[in-house]
């Protein structure tokens, strides 16, 4: 039912993997499909934040992303599971949707920290700016 399935990830929370992963392996082995692993590098915003950082420090940042993303595939996902990782930089919601449509992903599976007012106010939640706007499934696992 769901060949292409897309699991967003947060490399350094590991709350943003734990449930989801199992979830999304139980997914992908009831259709032989894919497993894409997404991991998202939110970029600077404002270019004067920018500044701050030395100069090719979101190029080694994404390099250590995709080393990162491949040693966590290979501790973490079994051999029997076909996979692809994939790396994104820029707004996480907007990386986890145009992802999703480039993979032809069937469902998006991802976690959710529990709801806080505040903090998705203050912050916004990825969770949901996906789930609003998603043209596909959205399988959302509570931490």
């Known amino acids: 039912m769901f060949n292409n399935v897309l699991l967003a990830i947060d490399l350094n929370h590991d709350a943003s993997w734990k449930k989801a992963l199992p979830t999304a392996l139980d997914l992908v082995r009831q259709s032989s499909g894919t497993l894409h692993l997404l991991a998202v590098l ?4 404002m270019s004067i934040v920018g500044s701050f950082f030395p100069r090719g420090f979101e190029k080694e940042a994404l390099e250590k992303m995709q080393a990162d993303l491949l040693a966590f595939v290979a501790a973490n996902v079994p051999d029997d ?19 999703a449509s480039g993979v032809g992903a069937d469902v998006i599976v991802m976690a959710s920290h529990p709801p806080d007012d505040v903090r998705d106010f203050l912050v916004g939640s990825n969770a949901s700016g996906v789930v609003h706007r998603s043209p596909v499934s959205v399988l959302v696992v509570r931490g």
């Open 81 to 99: 599971v076909k996979s692809e990782c994939h790396l994104g930089h820029g707004h996480v919601t907007e990386q986890i949707l145009s992802k």
């Open 42 to 45: 939110p970029d600077f915003g």
